[in-house]
Nanobody, 128 residues
Framework: EVQLVESGGGLVQAGGSLRLSCAAS????????IGWFRQAPGKEREGVSC????????YYADSVKGRFTISSDNAKNTVYLQMSSLKPEDTAVYYC?????????????????????WGQGTQVTVSS
């Protein structure tokens, strides 16, 4: 059974930092990717970042480029999202998900339809 467990969310002041973790287990895909999505109340889910676990290629949404960094520890099947210079508009529930094809967009948006397995989410709240 595929399991994704997010952790690291919390309350932080604007300008602060948080590091989210996504621990994946229960599968042995040859090539896969982990993506981070977020959803704020009343808004659509937004693809924030993703990484191909074999090649290490990454993607960032324009809204977080230069502030967020995605990385992976393949030995632990864990992906991290380091979030810096946080803004109140970053407030959302953050989800990680697995794409069994390991796709990384060349630009544009990150489609949630690529992802087959999802974690339960972790709340990030940025106060002004």
């Amino acid at each position: 059974e595929v399991q994704l467990v997010e952790s690291g969310g919390g309350l932080v002041q604007a300008g602060g930092s948080l590091r989210l973790s996504c621990a994946a287990s229960g599968f042995t895909f040859d090539d896969y990717g982990i993506g981070w999505f977020r959803q704020a109340p009343g808004k659509e889910r937004e693809g924030v970042s993703c990484i191909n676990m074999r090649a290490g290629s990454t993607y960032y949404a324009d809204s977080v480029k230069g502030r967020f960094t995605i990385s992976s520890d393949n030995a632990k099947n864990t992906v991290y999202l380091q979030m810096s210079s946080l803004k109140p508009e970053d407030t959302a529930v953050y989800y990680c998900a697995v794409d069994t094809w390991g796709r990384v967009p060349g630009g544009g948006t990150l489609p949630s339809s690529w992802y087959d397995y999802w974690g339960q989410g972790t709340q990030v709240t940025v106060s002004s």
